[in-house]
T-cell receptor
Framework: NAGVTQTPKFQVLKTGQSMTLQCAQDMNHEYMSWYRQDPGMGLRLIHYSVGAGITDQGEVPNGYNVSRSTTEDFPLRLLSAAPSQTSVYFC????????????FGPGTRLLVL | AQTVTQSQPEMSVQEAETVTLSCTYDTSENNYYLFWYKQPPSRQMILVIRQEAYKQQNATENRFSVNFQKAAKSFSLKISDSQLGDTAMYFCAFMSPNSGGSNYKLTFGKGTLLTVNP
């Protein structure tokens, strides 16, 4: 049982490049989400999903796309990276009506030049 | 909208002593959960303790305990017998499963950096 995994751990992009941050969980959790962490800002919700095929926006969704084709995977796509997207990205998952506790992946550190 | 405030950006404590981290929140919801997460230098977010708002009894996990004051909307974390490995950023977080479309959104405070000195 690996929990929540994220790849890559660290990535450097140039402005305008695209990339996909991968997130997978093996706990059969229905709810998955993406947060970004910036200095002095805490963590902020980007997008979330309540199950396969269902996604919705969080509080800072601009510049990011998501999809959820399976219960296990929830990738985050940056279509045209900007320096303002330099941040640490966390994926999290939880099971509804269970512990109500969200389990986080190890994070992906992204630097956009 | 819910807000979470951690008024202590940094704190320090001597090894083996006790320290309390403060957290206040604002909500109009009655059913909610509160969490403390620890983030060591590895950046991994680790759950320390959780509290259900409907429970009056304060949660405890080994050396970690909370003082949950629902009327005052306060949720402080007490760390007893502090250890060097407790050095980390600590985040207070709020979740209300009933609040609108983003049912399980966590709202985080800005964090308190705790340093345990030998």
């Amino acid at each position: 049982n690996a929990g929540v995994t994220q790849t890559p751990k660290f990535q450097v992009l140039k402005t305008g490049q695209s990339m996909t941050l991968q997130c997978a969980q093996d706990m059969n959790h229905e709810y998955m989400s993406w947060y970004r962490q910036d200095p002095g800002m805490g963590l902020r919700l980007i997008h979330y999903s309540v199950g396969a095929g269902i996604t919705d926006q969080g509080e800072v969704p601009n510049g990011y796309n998501v999809s959820r084709s399976t219960t296990e995977d929830f990738p985050l796509r940056l279509l045209s990276a900007a320096p303002s997207q330099t941040s640490v990205y966390f994926c999290a998952s939880t099971q509804f009506l269970a512990s109500e506790t969200q389990y986080f992946g190890p994070g992906t550190r992204l630097l956009v030049l | 909208a819910q807000t979470v405030t951690q008024s202590q950006p940094e704190m320090s404590v001597q090894e083996a002593e006790t320290v309390t981290l403060s957290c206040t929140y604002d909500t109009s919801e009655n059913n909610y959960y509160l969490f403390w997460y620890k983030q060591p230098p590895s950046r991994q977010m680790i759950l320390v303790i959780r509290q259900e708002a409907y429970k009056q009894q304060n949660a405890t996990e080994n050396r970690f305990s909370v003082n949950f004051q629902k009327a005052a909307k306060s949720f402080s974390l007490k760390i007893s017998d502090s250890q060097l490995g407790d050095t980390a950023m600590y985040f207070c977080a709020f979740m209300s499963p009933n609040s609108g479309g983003s049912n399980y959104k966590l709202t985080f405070g800005k964090g308190t950096l705790l340093t345990v000195n030998p």
